[in-house]
C-alpha cells in the first residue's frame, strides 16, 4: 500500500440486515401512502408479520396523528394508534421524509410504559416473585395449618364449642385451598408435544356449558386447516378453561352475552427469543372473545401480575397462572380491547409443531 494512502475499508454492511434488527419498530412508506418496509420490533408491536402489512394504506396498519404523511417531520408522544386489529396501542410516534426520496417517509414507533408487546411478558419479574412467595407459604404454612385443623377436629370430638371448631376447621380449609392455588405455579412440569387442539376445546366447551356457562353462548370460529400445535395437553385444557370462566363471570350484567372461540393461522408471526437466538414462530392463534365490559382501565395493562384483580372476591392469581403456563410451552398471552362493538379479547399465540 503506498504510503499515505488510507487503509482499505471492511466490506459494507447489509443494510437489509441492519434494518430488519434495529431494536426500535420502523416502517418504511411510500409516496402514495402504502407501507413498504416494516423490521421485526415493528412487526411483534402491531402483531402482524412484514408480508401482511406490506401494500396496505398506513391507515389500515395504524392510526396515524394529525399532520403524518406532510412532507415535514411529524412527532407525537403518548399517542394510541390502535386499529380493529391491534385494539388499544400508545406509542411515542416519530415520522421523518427519507433524504433524497420525494414523497417517501419512516416512522418509528416507541412503546409507551403501557404497552405490551407480543413476545413481552408483563411484570415478569413479579411473577418469579409469586412462584418464590408460593413455594415459600406451600412449606411454611401448610403444616401449622393441618396442626390447627387436627386440634380443631379433636376439640368437636370432646363436644367442646362446636360452632367454633366448625368455624376454625372452615376457615383453615379456605387457606389451604388458596395455597393449593399458589401451588400451582411450583408444582407443574409442562411437557409441550405436537396436539390437535380442536378435541380439547371441544371438551373446555362442554366443561362450560354444562357447569358456569350453561346461560350463555359459546360460538366457534375454526380454521379447518389449522396444523398440530406445540403443546402441553393438561396446561392448554387449564388455560382454556381459566379463559372461559373469567368470559362467563364478565357477561354477569350482559343482556344477550355471547363468547366466541376462535383459532386462525397467522403466516410469518415471530417473536424475538433472546440474544444469539434466532426468532421463535408463533403462527397458531387461539382467542377466547367476550362481549362484556372489558377490564377496568386502571388495571388493563397489569391483568397478568399477580394478585391484580378486577373482583372483590378475587385472588389475582388466575390470569397469572395463564401467563405462566402460556410462556412455559414458548408462548404469549394478550389481552385487548377490538372490533365495533369492542369485544374483550383473550389471545394465546403458540409454536406449530414440527
Known amino acids: 500500500m503506498p504510503p499515505g494512502e488510507p487503509a482499505p475499508l471492511p466490506d459494507s454492511p447489509n443494510f437489509a440486515e441492519l434494518f430488519a434488527g434495529l431494536p426500535i419498530a420502523i416502517l418504511v412508506v411510500?409516496?402514495?401512502?402504502?407501507?413498504?418496509n416494516a423490521n421485526g420490533e415493528c412487526e411483534l408491536l402491531l402483531n402482524q408479520s412484514e408480508r401482511a402489512m406490506r401494500g396496505l394504506p398506513l391507515g389500515d396498519v395504524l392510526t396515524p396523528p394529525p399532520g403524518a404523511g406532510d412532507g415535514r417531520a411529524v412527532s407525537a408522544f403518548d399517542f394510541d394508534i390502535g386499529t380493529d386489529r391491534t385494539g388499544r396501542l400508545r406509542v411515542d410516534y416519530y415520522e421523518t421524509p427519507v433524504a433524497d426520496h420525494d414523497g417517501w417517509r419512516a416512522i418509528?414507533?416507541?412503546?409507551?410504559?403501557?404497552t405490551r408487546k407480543v413476545g413481552q411478558s408483563a411484570e415478569r419479574g413479579g411473577a418469579r416473585a409469586v412462584i418464590g412467595a408460593a413455594a415459600m407459604l406451600g412449606h411454611e404454612i401448610k403444616n401449622p395449618l393441618s396442626g390447627i385443623r387436627g386440634a380443631a377436629q379433636l376439640l368437636a370430638a370432646e363436644g367442646a364449642g362446636a360452632e367454633l371448631t366448625t368455624l376454625i376447621t372452615t376457615e383453615v380449609d379456605r387457606i389451604a385451598a388458596l395455597i393449593d392455588k399458589m401451588q400451582d405455579f411450583t408444582g407443574r412440569e409442562v411437557n409441550p408435544q405436537p396436539t390437535n387442539i380442536y378435541p380439547l376445546l371441544d371438551h373446555a366447551r362442554r366443561v362450560a356449558?354444562?357447569?358456569?356457562a350453561r346461560d350463555i353462548t359459546i360460538e366457534e370460529s375454526f380454521d379447518?386447516?389449522?396444523p398440530p400445535v406445540l403443546a402441553d395437553n393438561d396446561a392448554l385444557l387449564q388455560?382454556?378453561?381459566n379463559l372461559l370462566k373469567n368470559a362467563a363471570e364478565a357477561l354477569d350484567d350482559v343482556r344477550k352475552p355471547r363468547i366466541l372461540l376462535s383459532t386462525a393461522y397467522r403466516h410469518g408471526l415471530a417473536v424475538d427469543a433472546g440474544p444469539g437466538r434466532p426468532r421463535r414462530g408463533l403462527p397458531?392463534?387461539?382467542c377466547v372473545i367476550d362481549n362484556g365490559p372489558g377490564a377496568p382501565a386502571d388495571i388493563a395493562d397489569h391483568l397478568f401480575s399477580p394478585f391484580v384483580s378486577s373482583k372483590p372476591e378475587g385472588q389475582g392469581l388466575g390470569l397469572a397462572l395463564v401467563d405462566k403456563l402460556v410462556r412455559d410451552m414458548g408462548g404469549v398471552v394478550q389481552y385487548s380491547?377490538?372490533?365495533?362493538p369492542e369485544m374483550t379479547i383473550f389471545r394465546i399465540l403458540l409454536a406449530r409443531a414440527q
Not at 209 to 212: E, L, N
Request: proline share 6%; hydrophobic share 40%.
Open 30 to 36: 411510500d409516496p402514495s401512502g402504502l407501507v413498504r
Open 108 to 114: 418509528a414507533l416507541h412503546a409507551t410504559s403501557g
Open 209 to 212: 356449558q354444562t357447569g358456569f
Open 224 to 226: 379447518p386447516s389449522l
Open 239 to 241: 388455560i382454556v378453561i
Open 284 to 286: 397458531i392463534e387461539l
Open 337 to 340: 380491547r377490538e372490533g365495533a
